[in-house]
């Protein structure tokens, strides 16, 4: 039972499930409605957001940072690590 | 539907085809250990830049510096300069590996079956990140590093591909867990407690294993220091710290730390480096119909709420914040049913709660 990534930044919750699936929320929002998704390519290991609250940075299980802005929009994925092969 | 069967297709046909570089990535493999955001000193706005400190799970760090929230939205946009040349100054500002953490790279070379653990976490100072790591063998030695970079430093730094070596580092070790004391030695979790206010003199290191909580101040990490274990009823399973304001409403930031159990939340208070008061069962979590939490997080300052997450369901539980005062009875309010363990509603700002 391993602890999901989650984050919180000023304005919005960042949550994640295991289909790697990115929602943002609207913390003043009693409801929690859903707000905007975004899907990457690879299971999500960790999420922050930015201290200004405008983006997030995702981290995916292939090596890479992806970029994302609180509109849900993906601007681009960085490859940061080179995953070893577990063979 | 169209474009996610068309995103993963593409994905798929890349991973397979197009590996980068000379390793072979692996579905499932733990590319990253922590990562953490500077947090701004002056006020936040879109033109403030931020920094990003990341390591990966073989204790590489990676330091990126000005990243600029206004020409990410630039970029974005499609406005001022062409968005190809604003994503190659953005990935310019990209530093590369910065430190090694040599405890993770021996344990990932020579003890497969050793679980590592990272915690990474800049402190209120704002000058300077603590990166605790630990292997999880049984014995669940530490490598704590504290990674000094002076703001100003950093930004400058910002230069692809310069090695920036961290200012300063310190290494040290926790005492082992007591096998004998504790159940399933291999679950234990460690936690980074920020300052809540200057007069305290220093951040802590809490770790949870088997029903114990145990802290440190850190850095160093002084066994001799150590305070007095609390025990839960159950076997805890994860420590996370933060800070929150305080029942009264008045402001007041408190650091604790939260533990999970395997059927109660409990949260602990912490003055300087004492653990004074241990809330136990404030709220719980299981029950017939509820598995155990699958998470749980402590607000930043500003909020007050604590919120875990049964699977299927989201309990709100209201964190009691004064030294010595009564337990608060939990406010449980399911809301809804979630359709997987994948939802974490965090924090309910106090104006909200005013409100209602």
Known sequence: MAALPISLGPRLGAIVDGSAVLNTYDISDRNMSSGPS???????????????????????ANGGLNFVLESGKLLFRHALVKVESGV | MLQLVTLVTISTFHFLFFPSGKHVCTLGAKAFGAMSFVPNSGPLNSDQ??????????????????LSARLLAEASAGGGAPKSTLLASLKRRMVTQTAQLDLLKEATEEAASASIQLVAQWLPTLTRVVVLAATIDGAATVESWEVCMDRSEGNASGGAGQAQPPRCTHRGTLPPIEAQSHEGTNSA???????????????TVARVAGTSVEWWAAPPLDASAAGDAVSSESPVAWALAGAWNDENGNG???????????????????????????????????????????????????????????????????????????????????????ASCGFLRLMIPRRVLVRS
């Not at chain 2, 990003?52 to 590489?60: F, K």
């Not at chain 2, 939490?293 to 604590?306: D, K, M, N, Y």
């Open chain 1, 38 to 60: 975004v899907q990457i390519a690879a299971p999500v290991e960790h999420v922050a957001w930015s201290a200004t609250g405008t983006y997030a940075v995702v981290a995916d």
């Open chain 2, 49 to 66: 830049d931020e920094e990003l400190v990341v390591l990966d799970s073989s204790g590489r760090m990676f330091h990126f510096s000005r």
């Open chain 2, 189 to 203: 979790s460690f936690a980074l407690v920020p300052q809540s206010t200057a007069s305290l003199p220093f951040d």
């Open chain 2, 252 to 338: 007041a930031v408190i650091s604790g730390l939260a533990v999970v159990s395997e059927n109660a939340v409990v949260a602990a208070l912490l003055d300087g480096t004492t653990i004074v008061q241990l809330q136990a069962a404030t709220a719980t979590v299981k029950s017939e119909e509820e598995s155990a939490p699958c998470t749980v997080a402590i607000a930043a300052p500003g909020f007050r709420c604590l919120e875990v997450l049964s699977l299927g369901w989201r309990r709100r539980c209201t964190t009691q914040a004064s030294c010595g005062a009564p337990a608060s009875k939990p406010t449980t309010k399911t809301t809804r049913r979630l």
